[in-house]
């Protein structure tokens, strides 16, 4: 069993992790549970043995089960779930995305990292690497109430990424693309909140300035007031504040 997904192939094994997966994340298989006997996973997905236990590898690599010797293969506590896996996040979907404290998180995450970001870019960046930034914000300025959501996410995360890249630091660079689809994901819920989108583009547009003027100082001010909004935009989200930092 194999698929093709636009261009991309899958193999059997994957597509059988991503439908145990997904009913791991919608809990059919509940945190602790031992997961059917071999033969009735592999019949009930069609697929061989071989195949299934492909998949069980690829699922624990995902730390969202363990294979025990005697004891089967059991699924572990949400905690350990490898959240920065591109596969995960996709199986949670609309989950991860209505999961207030998962996106909080990640907003504080990314104020530990962005800012520093932005600091070494403004410290480091080639002229070819400013350009990309503006570039990246042009693009987001001309999404300004277009309303399509794709796109619009799209640029930010072009925009975020460009940042990274400037920095020219590679522990900076591998941390912030090793988060970015779960970052992909917040940007997706926040967006879809009219006017989130347009309210923290002056603050892109800081970000930028400052890298280009080579003032680390106000760049890394620029980034952290850019994540304060994104931060209090994802609160109002899901009613934790009614309260914006907008300015």
């Not at 509940?30 to 069980?56: W, Y």
């Not at 779930?81 to 989950?95: K, Q, S, T």
């Not at 909080?104 to 403004?122: G, K, M, N």
Request: no cysteine; charged share 25%.
């Amino acid at each position: 069993m194999t698929s093709r997904v636009g261009s991309q192939w899958r193999s059997g094994a994957f597509i059988t992790a991503e439908a145990i997966g997904q009913a791991i994340v919608e809990g059919e298989f509940s945190e602790g549970e031992r997961l059917p006997l071999e033969a009735e996973l592999a019949s009930r997905f069609a697929v061989s043995r071989n195949t299934l236990r492909e998949a069980m590898k690829l699922l624990a690599a995902k730390s969202m089960v363990v294979i025990a010797p005697r004891r089967g293969t059991v699924v572990l506590p949400r905690a350990e779930w490898n959240v920065l896996d591109p596969d995960v996040i996709d199986w949670f979907g609309a989950l991860f995305r209505a999961d207030s404290a998962f996106m909080e998180e990640l907003v504080q995450t990314r104020q530990t990292i962005e800012p520093a970001a932005a600091f070494e870019a403004a410290r480091s960046a080639a002229p070819h690497q400013v350009e990309a930034i503006a570039a990246a914000y042009r693009e987001m300025e001309e999404q300004r109430g277009s309303g399509s959501t794709a796109e619009q996410v799209r640029v930010d995360v072009a925009f975020h990424l460009s940042v990274a890249d400037a920095a020219n630091n590679r522990f900076i660079q591998s941390i912030i693309r090793s988060i970015i689809h779960a970052v992909r994901a917040n940007f997706e819920a926040l967006i879809e909140h009219p006017g989130n989108f347009e309210g923290n583009l002056k603050n892109h547009r800081q970000v930028y300035e400052a890298i280009a003027a080579h003032d680390p100082d106000q760049a890394r001010g620029a980034m952290e007031r850019l994540l304060e909004q994104s931060l209090s935009d994802t609160k109002e989200l899901f009613g934790s504040t009614r309260t914006s930092n907008r300015h």
